[in-house]
């Protein structure tokens, strides 16, 4: 064993399944609670139809709120995402459509574009130690601004071949749920197993210990950089697919938020140090089950965005009061 693995939070504790990880997420309860109220009211909640639009609606959500959640256990933050969901819809729109390329290399034009942006916000953030926060909030703005000039017209029409991308069913299955669980089971996998697992819960602990043990501390963040980036931009080719078409000053707006509070109440700690991927599903259907069971009340828009808002504050003091270890 070495000096790195004596002082690395013991990895079972922090990302498994089980009782002991539902004691540790009261949102699971919540959310229970929250599924019998709205097919009691509405009487068609749990539907299999209902079920597979909640499922696919939430895919997109699960795709980033993944790597970010990582990023935030690492101690970092991504706010950029929304902007680079909305790039990385229109890079593959504009191959698939007026480019006339293959679905594929549609797809890894996006990835290219995503990873590009997280290239730089990990640069900036771990390597010269600048503000996450300020870091890819500036981006959120950046990106944005540098898709409208790429893009400045909406994009639409982009083949049948594309379109299977967010339409095409997997044995029965959507293939955006498909790929959310794909990468839900990389996440969890990545935490409980592999070694670099181990050091972002070490480096979200406690950065100068996790150091001075022999861990990198800037190469694990910033792939975490990318790996976020390049989820977010698979999400904007997915919504483009959904949707065949993709505008560049509207899409995405607002994802930022709507992941980050998937990511913190499904008990990420931002401050670091602690969270688990069943919290992130967990915090993930929570929000999608909220929004379609207030949508199926006809409930106004305002009210959902506040619920949403609402929900944020309730899954931080979850967290808060959530038992942890040592604590």
Not at 14 to 30: C, D, E, M, Y
Not at 155 to 175: E, N, T
Not at 250 to 255: L, P, R
Request: charged share 5%.
């Amino acid at each position: 064993m070495t000096t790195a693995d004596r002082v690395l939070p013991h990895p079972r504790v922090l990302a498994t399944g089980g009782l002991t990880a539902v004691r540790r997420h009261p949102l699971i309860a919540v959310l229970a609670a929250m599924v019998l109220v709205f097919q009691v009211s509405t009487g068609s909640f749990l539907n299999p139809a209902n079920l597979s639009g909640i499922a696919t609606d939430a895919a997109t959500l699960a795709i980033v709120a993944v790597p970010l959640a990582l990023l935030v256990i690492s101690g970092y933050l991504d706010l950029s995402v929304g902007s680079t969901l909305a790039l990385g819809g229109l890079v593959a729109g504009w191959l698939a459509g007026p480019q006339h390329q293959s679905p594929a290399v549609a797809v890894l034009g996006a990835l290219a574009a995503g990873a590009a942006v997280g290239a730089v916000n990990g640069l900036l953030c771990c390597y010269l130690g600048l503000s996450p926060f300020i870091v890819t909030l500036g981006m959120l703005t950046a990106v944005r601004g540098l898709a409208q000039q790429l893009f400045p017209l909406p994009l639409s029409g982009f083949g049948s071949g594309f379109a299977w991308l967010g339409g095409a069913r997997v044995a029965g299955i959507a293939a955006p749920v498909v790929v959310a669980a794909i990468v839900l089971a990389a996440g969890a996998l990545f935490l409980a197993l592999a070694p670099a697992g181990r050091h972002v819960f070490a480096i979200g602990v406690n950065r100068e210990a996790a150091h001075l043990s022999g861990i990198n501390i800037r190469r694990t963040p910033f792939a975490l950089f990318v790996v976020t980036g390049i989820a977010a931009a698979l999400s904007g080719a997915i919504k483009a697919s959904v949707l065949d078409s993709v505008v560049a000053g509207t899409s995405g707006a607002g994802f930022e938020l709507a992941v980050l509070t998937a990511v913190l109440v499904g008990g990420v700690a931002l401050t670091g140090g602690s969270g688990s991927i069943l919290g992130v599903l967990a915090g993930v259907l929570f929000l999608g089950g909220l929004q379609n069971g207030l949508t199926l009340l006809n409930v106004p828009t305002f009210w959902q965005q506040m619920a949403q808002g609402l929900a944020l504050v309730a899954g931080a003091a979850l967290a808060y009061f959530a038992p942890r270890p040592g604590r």
